[in-house]
């Protein structure tokens, strides 16, 4: 909502067109005395208009700021109640992430061995002898996954050993089988190597790479498997032995997952819970909106209605809002007792939630207030001395209306 108001709308005055009786202009125009009277004395009620008005706008922006804070609280799938932590209890065997609205459980995983990839390592050649693969096109298969892809390579009768596995190792990436190539240097003697890698672990993505034409494998030796691919085994809350192509596996559905990184002894305790630092964040943003708000009301005190700061100040009339943690100051704003809060949320997360998050809770109650505010039009705010001013200055309106042209226009300019 965009808040557009001025001092004059605030205050409805009457249309510009509205005049008196003709008796009345001619009485205040033959009485140039009269009429500089009243132009002097028209400006501090201008002045108050102005002050009014811009004690109301700041008011309902920060209500506005307020609402919008409140409704971070209330968001079903988005709100930091929703947040989630996953602790493991020896993270160098495994480590877990949860999403919101995971169920607040302990995990135990046993990882009985971790799934692997498979590596072809080559032979180490000295890059600047002439290379061993053949002069011309080598033509070579990879077979990864029941699917064989012919891959191309040309290697010049000048290139060195360096060149060759370079012109390999681009030609296999290029084909993006799902193998990578690599090129390994030795760091004493500066011989390399060609390397090709399964691009993701278990069984399934064990490969073979075979000659066609020429002698690009075997001359680099990586027809061959180093390294053989294998899956993951392990087991959840001592339930049965389990396998996975992946090291990450799921725990609930998609909302947590572990990822199994070496082979643990024992079970490994993952525990997903609530974020609660994210909670405390976020309510912690909506006090400190509150008490802008609030003190945007105090600020406006001379033209607000009092009836508008004890509706706000009686949301916080239960003690409930006190015992997790957020409390009111003696002039009406609040303080937040992060560490009360953080004991309320470990013990007692559901009933916390409600309090602040569920239907008829701190934010649904604040939310709803703003909305109130937002709703209704800006001059019923005001206090009775405020309206009183407010009917003065639709009187002088009038009267404006009615001076001669010239006159008329040099108050109206005054003011405007």
Same mark, same amino acid.
């Given at each position: 909502?965009t ?8 205050m ?20 140039p ?17 102005k002050?009014?008005?811009t ?5 309902? /922006? ?22 989630r932590?996953?602790? $493991? ?9 949860a ?25 180490f ?8 693969v ?17 891959i ?7 290139d060195?050993? &360096?060149?060759a ?20 240097? =030795? ?7 060609l ?7 278990g ?12 002698n690009?494998m ?21 339930g049965?032995?389990?396998?996975s192509?992946s ?6 559905k ?6 199994l ?11 997903? /819970?609530p ?9 912690? =943003? ?33 003690s409930?809002y ?14 937040? &007792? ?8 470990? $013990? ?6 409600k309090?602040?998050s569920?239907n ?25 001395k ?31």
């Amino acid at each position: 909502m965009t808040i557009s108001i001025n001092s004059y709308n605030l205050m409805n005055p009457i249309s510009r067109t509205t005049s008196l009786s003709s008796q009345s202009s001619n009485s205040l125009g033959a009485n140039p005395s009269l009429f500089s009277k009243f132009v002097s004395r028209s400006k501090p009620y201008e002045q108050y208009i102005k002050t009014a008005a811009t004690g109301i706008i700041n008011f309902l /922006k920060s209500a506005q700021d307020m609402q919008a804070s409140a409704q971070k609280l209330m968001q079903k799938d988005n709100s930091s109640f929703q947040a989630r932590t996953a602790e $493991s209890s020896d993270s160098k065997k495994v480590t877990a992430t949860a999403s919101a609205g995971a169920a607040s459980k302990t995990y135990e995983v046993k990882v009985n061995a971790i799934a692997t990839s498979q590596t072809n390592n080559g032979t180490f050649l000295s890059k600047a002898d002439p290379s061993v693969v053949s002069k011309g096109t080598n033509q070579f298969n990879i077979t990864i996954g029941g699917k064989t892809t012919k891959i191309s390579a040309f290697i010049s009768d000048n290139d060195t050993n &360096d060149q060759a596995l370079t012109k390999l190792k681009d030609a296999v990436n290029a084909a993006k089988t799902g193998v990578t190539a690599s090129i390994v240097t =030795d760091d004493k003697t500066g011989n390399k190597k060609l390397e090709l890698s399964s691009d993701k672990t278990g069984t399934d993505q064990a490969f073979e790479a075979e000659d066609i034409t020429g002698n690009a494998m075997m001359a680099t030796g990586v027809q061959n498997a180093t390294k053989l691919a294998s899956n993951a085994s392990y087991s959840v809350n001592g339930g049965a032995t389990q396998t996975s192509q992946s090291n990450t596996i799921d725990l609930e559905k998609g909302k947590a997952t572990a990822t199994l990184m070496a082979p643990s002894m024992e079970a490994v305790k993952i525990q997903i /819970k609530p974020d609660e630092d994210k909670v405390i964040a976020q309510v912690k =943003d909506l006090v400190l909106s509150y008490n802008t708000m609030h003190n945007r009301l105090k600020e406006a005190g001379g033209v607000m209605n009092s009836s508008v700061r004890k509706n706000i100040e009686s949301l916080f009339s239960s003690s409930t809002y006190e015992r997790i943690g957020i409390h009111r100051n003696g002039d009406g704003t609040l303080k937040l &007792d992060e560490e009360q809060l953080k004991k309320s949320l470990t $013990s007692n997360f559901e009933q916390t939630t409600k309090a602040i998050s569920g239907n008829y809770g701190l934010a649904d109650r604040l939310s709803s207030a703003a909305e109130r505010y937002n709703e209704v039009p800006a001059s019923s705010l005001l206090n009775s001395k405020a309206r009183q001013v407010q009917q003065f200055a639709m009187y002088q309106s009038s009267m404006q209306m009615a001076m001669p042209t010239q006159a008329s226009g040099w108050v109206l300019n005054s003011l405007y």
